[in-house]
């Protein structure tokens, strides 16, 4: 079907909004001492809270498609008053300050709260620890997964499960066989949104976990921590992230087209 012409004054707030979004990112680039980049990439702290952040963000993401996965699949299916209650719950975390995220984990989580605190009888001990990092990036991150496989499952317009259950398929053997192959551009798309998500983490984290050279203090702390002793350092981490978050975007893109096609 053929669509009908926008009006060609949309055109003009469109780039306005562009400009908007593209010119403070590009101010910083400009903004950046390339010749001493890879130097100031290279210092402790940098390096540290770069491999701090890949090893939590990858934690957390596979964290997110253990929880995430099933619940969007759940939610895909369900109706009723419970089914929406569970999808306001599934999303909450994308809205809420990340402060407060951090807030609620920590009177949840911490050493003296009532959940906490039996933990720690079992040798858990999870606030200001690296383990708090990759709960407060999985909290806020794994919605993201959830809606992008929740809402790819509701418009998918095959029949191939339908088929396979009355051929005499087990609903495991469906799901595994089926349903995963069919919606794995979605789940990657998800995934990689939830691994941007749980990179740029801050607010959360900050509260739950603390600033912890090599044991809590990811990048986006490391940025906020040295933004004014040490500028140009805090621009070039800041560009590695947005190259970073750039990437990740653009797969999700291509996911993205390549469920339309399956589709």
Do not use: K, N
Request: hydrophobic share 60%; charged share 10%.
């Amino acid at each position: 079907m053929i669509r009908p012409p926008l009006p060609r004054w949309l055109a003009v707030p469109a780039v306005v909004a562009t400009a908007f979004l593209a010119v403070p990112l590009l101010a910083m680039v400009v903004r950046v001492p390339w010749s001493w980049f890879l130097a100031l990439l290279t210092t402790t702290s940098a390096v540290d809270a770069f491999w701090l952040s890949l090893r939590t963000c990858t934690a957390s993401t596979l964290l997110c498609l253990v929880l995430g996965l099933p619940l969007a699949m759940v939610l895909a299916r369900s109706h009723g008053r419970l089914a929406t209650v569970g999808r306001v719950l599934a999303t909450l975390p994308m809205v809420l300050p990340p402060v407060v995220a951090g807030l609620a984990l920590l009177v949840a989580l911490g050493r003296r709260a009532w959940l906490g605190s039996r933990l720690s009888l079992l040798g858990v001990d999870l606030a200001f620890t690296t383990g708090a990092v990759v709960v407060a990036q999985t909290f806020v991150a794994m919605p993201y997964l959830v809606v992008a496989v929740e809402g790819a499952l509701r418009v998918a317009q095959d029949d191939f499960d339908v088929v396979a259950a009355t051929l005499g398929a087990s609903p495991t053997t469906v799901l595994w066989r089926v349903t995963l192959p069919l919606t794995a551009p979605a789940i990657a798309s998800g995934a990689a949104l939830a691994f941007a998500r749980a990179l740029g983490e801050f607010g959360a984290t900050l509260t739950f976990a603390g600033s912890l050279q090599g044991t809590t203090r990811t990048l986006p702390l490391e940025v906020y921590l040295i933004r004014e002793s040490d500028t140009d350092a805090a621009l070039a981490l800041s560009v590695v992230l947005v190259a970073v978050a750039v990437v990740l975007v653009a797969v999700t893109a291509a996911l993205g087209r390549s469920w339309g096609t399956r589709r």
